[in-house]
């Protein structure tokens, strides 16, 4: 009952009972001992030569009608659900039909079809073959009622998988056939064989399309529901009797199939470790083996392998440059970026920005029809058209992504098997790769039995074992803990120095940017507003998102004034006496003077920031003309927070709302955003309207002061920045 609530016992239980009581009653009718005459009886009414013969063959001809619902099905069931065509709707409620048509209706469908007259059958006679009231005019009734029972199943089961682990495979190598066989149809085995149950079971009982089409000749048509249907008028007791092995056959075949190991229920995989369990000394929190990270400028010279392990031979694939054109307007992406060489491009963007859209399109992930326009060139070769497979990249997401019917060992060694290595080579390259990434220890588990950063391990020696010439990293430590995700940051470090491969990384973590990345590219709304060396986007930023990843203000807009800057006074927050205290008081306003600098004297500049009628002044380091687009970028240490209406003529002064407050270090963040209204409306405490389009900006406060100026959501404050403070670049 966890989670539900009480009343559903009563339906479910009126349910069960519907079902369970007529057979009870049924079964309560067989007559097991003899009648006083020594006729009659159970034993006698089952083992009859008509009941045997019956018997036996409605089981021959629904294991055979099973097989081909499942030769059938299959094939149905993964076109309806992985691909799209016109009139698909249509398809599949036609191939859902003979679930709702009466099956009597079926057989005469399938007479007409395959009959003597038939559309079929009359050409079939010709060549002397006769289908209609024949055994295999049985399988093929039973076949058209059951067909639809695996293909609905199937297809639910293939609905809910994730794709992306077929995409993995793809990118690895394999072809379609053997991401078929080795990825797709053991994740879906469960909802195969339930739905091969079902099909079972229906041409098991099927009784109307099966006497119309077949008749009933006893050992050629007459299946057991006929028998009994013969039975009923001639001898009730065996009609009872036959209808009572008929439920015991199909309870326990439906029961042994659906068993625990079979369709991965309690039971079905090991235990997995139990927690608290010892960890090795110098193991990590996911129990991988301690990696020294090495931060030092990346050598093209590779490393040597770990110790004791035999060096994977390497194929003479130098770093290839990695062009790509992609426009896919259904999701607003609109991108030209070319990467040099064994160079590392960072992408980051706010979510929807268009990111993993690029990465799809670099490794063929995307229909040819969302795809309006697209060049992808690795090296010299046009990859455009190219399958995923021969592409010769490899993929790494968010999740792991193994295949979880393979042992650690065999999902690193999938890439190499799909591309034809040996079994044994590519085994122990396996393991070489896993050595490299330290979990080696792990090549016997099972994959399900990982945790999150030894899942991840494995994940990156699976892609790098096929030696690929181009890496695509899509946020691969985004769902990690920080330990873990330092651990594995640790091992594609280590990789890209031991050979180095062009990478496109997807991230939203500064670190990933720092210790992996030659280069930044900043996303927004599908297109590129930002690509630079690290150091350059990190120190000078003209994008809001790679502001804030480098943990600084920036306000973009128009130059609307050049102009030298004059002393200005502006009141900050002091701690003299009068200020602020127990009792609440607004912070004490203290003068203070900044002199022009005079290096920048003639480079004075004012932004009118888009979109608002928020102006912003500041310093610049070389010469801007008015009219020109820019970004000023001030750091939050350097803002200033008062309650009251700031004194003199502050540069940089903005009423804000408070929109949350917090932890930096040591120090409190206050994020607020610049707020419409007069200053008296603010001052009288009026609610102010903020749009989501207004300047997001943000201060670093000692806690103390924090809650000596109540700094709370929804506060109406002053946020005030010195122009000397505020750099202006060009954009």
């Known amino acids: ?126 060549l002397g073959i006769e289908i209609a009231f024949t055994t295999t005019a049985v399988v093929l009734a039973q076949t058209f009622v059951a067909l639809p029972f695996l293909v609905l199943s199937l297809e639910g089961a293939l609905r809910t998988q994730d794709t992306r682990l077929e995409d993995v495979a793809a990118t690895l190598g394999a072809r379609p056939t053997t991401v078929l066989r080795r990825v797709t149809l053991p994740r879906v085995l469960p909802g195969l064989l339930s739905g091969a149950v079902l099909a079972f079971a229906r041409a098991l009982g099927e009784f109307g399309a099966t006497i119309t089409f077949a008749g009933a000749l006893q050992g050629v048509t007459q299946t057991l529901p006929l028998e009994i249907y013969l039975q009923r008028s001639a001898d009730p007791d065996a009609a009872v009797a036959l209808s009572f092995v008929l439920v015991v056959v199909a309870v326990l075949i439906t029961a042994a199939v659906h068993g625990p190991r079979v369709l991965g229920g309690p039971g079905a995989r090991p235990t997995r470790p139990r927690r608290g369990a010892p960890v090795a000394s110098g193991a990590l929190p996911d129990g991988g083996g301690v990696v020294q990270e090495d931060v030092s400028p990346r050598s093209g010279a590779d490393r040597a392998a770990a110790p004791g392990v035999e060096p994977t031979p390497r194929a003479d694939t130098a770093p290839a440059a990695l062009a790509v054109r992609a426009v896919v307007p259904e999701r607003g992406l609109d991108v030209d970026l070319a990467l040099a060489p064994g160079e590392v491009v960072a992408v980051l963007g706010e979510n929807g920005a268009g990111k993993s859209t690029l990465v799809q399109v670099v490794a063929g992930l995307l229909l040819p029809g969302d ?37 650690v060992e065999d999902n690193v060694a999938f890439g190499l098997r799909a591309r034809g290595v040996p079994r044994a080579r590519a085994r122990r390259d396996a393991r070489s790769a896993l050595a490299r990434v330290g979990a080696a220890d792990l090549a016997p588990r099972r994959s399900t039995d990982l945790s999150g950063g030894q899942a991840q391990r494995v994940a990156i020696a699976r892609a790098l074992v096929t030696d690929p010439r181009v890496l695509l990293l899509d946020e691969p ?70 502001a804030r990843l480098a943990g600084v203000n920036l306000l973009a807009g128009t130059v609307v004034h050049v102009a030298v800057p004059e002393p200005v006074t502006v009141g900050s927050i002091g701690t003299e006496q009068g200020g602020p205290g127990p009792g609440g008081a607004d912070a004490a306003l203290v003068p203070t003077e900044a002199a022009p600098d005079e290096e920048a004297a003639a480079r004075e500049a004012t932004l009118a920031v888009d979109g608002t009628e928020v102006r912003v002044r500041g310093t610049a380091g070389e010469p801007l003309a008015v009219g020109t687009g820019a970004v000023a970028v001030f750091e939050p240490r350097t803002v200033a927070v008062h309650r009251a209406t700031p004194e003199g003529s502050p540069r940089n002064a903005y009423r804000v709302v408070v929109t949350s407050v917090e932890p930096h270090g040591p120090l409190l963040r206050v994020w607020g955003r610049v707020a419409t209204g007069s200053p008296g409306d603010l001052a009288a405490g009026a609610t102010t309207a903020v749009g989501h389009d207004a300047p997001h900006l943000a201060a670093d406060l000692t806690p103390r002061a924090v809650a000596e100026l109540r700094l709370t959501p929804s506060e109406h404050v002053w946020f005030v920045v010195k122009a000397a403070e505020v750099r202006v670049h060009p954009r």
């Open 371 to 407: 795809v309006h326009d697209a060049r992808v060139a690795v090296g010299d070769d046009d990859v455009t058209r190219v399958a995923p497979r021969r592409r010769r990249l490899a993929w790494l997401s968010q999740r792991p992504l193994l295949f979880e019917n393979l042992s």
């Open 477 to 546: 430590l985004a769902s990690l803990d920080v330990g873990v995700a330092q651990h594995v940051r640790s091992v594609l470090h280590h990789a890209q120095r031991e050979q180095p491969r062009t990478t496109l990384l997807v991230t939203h973590d500064l670190l990933d940017v720092l210790l992996l990345a030659d280069r930044v590219v900043v996303l927004d709304a599908g297109r590129v507003v930002e690509d630079g060396p690290v150091d350059q986007v990190l120190t000078r930023p003209r994008s809001r998102f790679a």
């Open 1 to 126: 009952m966890r989670g539900l609530p009480r009343w559903v016992l009563a339906p479910a239980l009126l349910g069960a009972l519907f079902v369970v009581v007529p057979v009870a009653a049924m079964v309560a009718r067989v007559e097991l001992a003899p009648g006083p005459d020594g006729t009659g009886g159970f034993w006698a009414l089952v083992t009859s030569p008509a009941a045997l013969d019956a018997l036996g063959l409605s089981l021959r001809t629904a294991l055979v009608a099973t097989l081909c619902c499942v030769l059938l099905g299959t094939p149905m069931a993964l076109v309806l659900a992985r691909t799209t065509f016109p009139g698909q709707r249509v398809a599949r409620a036609l191939v859902l039909l003979p679930l709702v048509l009466p099956p009597v209706v079926g057989g005469i469908a399938l007479l007409h079809t395959f009959g003597r007259r038939g559309l079929i059958g009359q050409h079939l006679e010709v």
